[in-house]
């Protein structure tokens, strides 16, 4: 979708709010206006920048399937002035929204090919799109490899909707915690410690991964050892976007914009990147 004016937000009304956890929670939009919602469209792994009158906006992944048809979700972490605000909105409740920004997955890229994707923490957001996009069209792909880390087995969210994912043909679902429970059902350690069970062939296989930085150099590592070539591993990095449109500068990573550049990369892009710490 291109927008006549980006900087300025549509106004959304809220459908729906579902409390994920303590701290995240799921608003589902609607645009208000007929045009902007039937005109509306993005890609698996895009974001928008949802406005809240009076105090600022924040970018948020779009976590619906692009085939819910005029119902965009966003599942938003609790941390700060905005998003507490956000937090405390409700069903019938109205906010801005502009976008969709940012280059997302490469999903039709990926046809034909086995998939891994890797999330770590509370950042598997970007790639829950991607993920509904695929299983959608199975037929499509090879085997899919879902693997979840999180440091602590309470902080795994969405059981259910990883449950429904294992049960699609020719998909192998694996979680891991650093610390455990009694009832975890998963590995405790590393979630690249879940690599040796993954079934993909590294020659014909696109990776997808979000989370934390350092898990993500990891898990890449390991992943380039196992023979994946690097434009094959992409990476939805996370920066500070206020404009979206790469005019402020808060996003700039080396010479790249994550707001326009990206959030998507391939590793070849910006494997040098990663190793420059505090870039």
Same mark, same amino acid.
């Given at each position: 979708?291109? @927008?006549?004016?980006?900087? &300025?937000? &549509?106004?959304?009304?809220?459908?729906?709010?579902?409390?994920?956890?303590?701290?995240?929670?799921?608003?589902? %939009?609607?645009?208000?206006?007929?045009?902007? *919602?039937?005109?509306?469209?993005?890609? $698996?792994?895009?974001?928008?920048?949802?406005?809240?009158?009076?105090?600022?906006?924040?970018?948020?992944?779009? /976590?619906?399937?692009?085939?819910?048809?005029? &119902?965009?979700?966003?599942?938003?972490? +609790?941390?700060?002035?905005?998003?507490?605000?956000?937090?405390?909105? !409700?069903?019938?409740?109205? %906010?801005?929204?502009?976008?969709?920004?940012?280059?997302?997955?490469?999903?039709?890229?990926?046809?034909?090919?086995?998939?891994?994707? =890797?999330?770590?923490? %509370?950042?598997?957001?970007?790639?829950?799109?991607?993920?509904?996009?695929?299983?959608?069209?199975?037929?499509?792909?090879?085997?899919?490899?879902?693997?979840?880390?999180? !440091?602590?087995?309470?902080?795994?969210?969405?059981?259910?909707?990883?449950?429904?994912?294992?049960?699609?043909?020719?998909? !192998?679902?694996?979680?891991?915690?650093?610390?455990?429970?009694?009832?975890?059902?998963?590995?405790?350690?590393? /979630?690249?410690?879940?690599?040796?069970?993954?079934?993909?062939? $590294?020659?014909?296989?696109? /990776? @997808? @991964?979000?989370?934390?930085?350092?898990? @993500? #150099?990891?898990?890449? #590592?390991?992943?380039?050892?196992?023979?994946?070539? +690097?434009?094959?591993?992409?990476?939805?990095?996370? #920066?500070?976007?206020?404009?979206?449109?790469?005019?402020?500068?808060?996003?700039?990573?080396? $010479? *790249?914009?994550?707001? *326009?550049?990206? $959030?998507?990369?391939?590793?070849?892009?910006?494997?040098?990147?990663? +190793? =420059? *710490?505090? %870039?």
């Amino acid at each position: 979708m291109t @927008m006549a004016n980006p900087y &300025l937000p &549509l106004d959304a009304r809220i459908v729906e709010r579902i409390q994920e956890s303590p701290t995240l929670f799921t608003l589902r %939009l609607e645009l208000t206006d007929p045009a902007a *919602k039937a005109a509306y469209a993005f890609e $698996p792994g895009q974001f928008n920048m949802l406005y809240l009158h009076g105090v600022g906006e924040v970018a948020i992944s779009i /976590v619906s399937d692009p085939l819910e048809e005029h &119902l965009i979700d966003h599942t938003i972490r +609790q941390v700060g002035r905005i998003t507490s605000g956000l937090a405390a909105l !409700k069903a019938g409740d109205h %906010l801005g929204l502009r976008g969709p920004f940012g280059r997302g997955w490469p999903v039709q890229q990926a046809q034909g090919r086995d998939l891994v994707i =890797v999330t770590g923490g %509370l950042g598997c957001a970007p790639v829950v799109s991607a993920i509904e996009y695929v299983l959608r069209r199975c037929g499509e792909f090879g085997r899919v490899n879902i693997v979840q880390g999180v !440091k602590h087995a309470d902080d795994f969210i969405w059981r259910e909707r990883y449950d429904r994912w294992a049960e699609c043909p020719d998909t !192998k679902v694996l979680i891991a915690a650093d610390v455990g429970s009694p009832l975890w059902p998963g590995h405790v350690g590393l /979630v690249t410690e879940l690599f040796d069970q993954l079934a993909f062939d $590294p020659a014909n296989a696109t /990776v @997808m @991964m979000c989370g934390p930085e350092g898990m @993500m #150099r990891a898990a890449a #590592r390991d992943l380039l050892a196992m023979g994946v070539p +690097q434009p094959d591993i992409w990476l939805s990095m996370e #920066r500070n976007m206020q404009c979206a449109a790469g005019h402020c500068g808060h996003c700039q990573f080396g $010479p *790249k914009f994550v707001c *326009k550049d990206g $959030p998507v990369f391939s590793y070849d892009q910006i494997a040098d990147l990663l +190793q =420059v *710490k505090g %870039l």
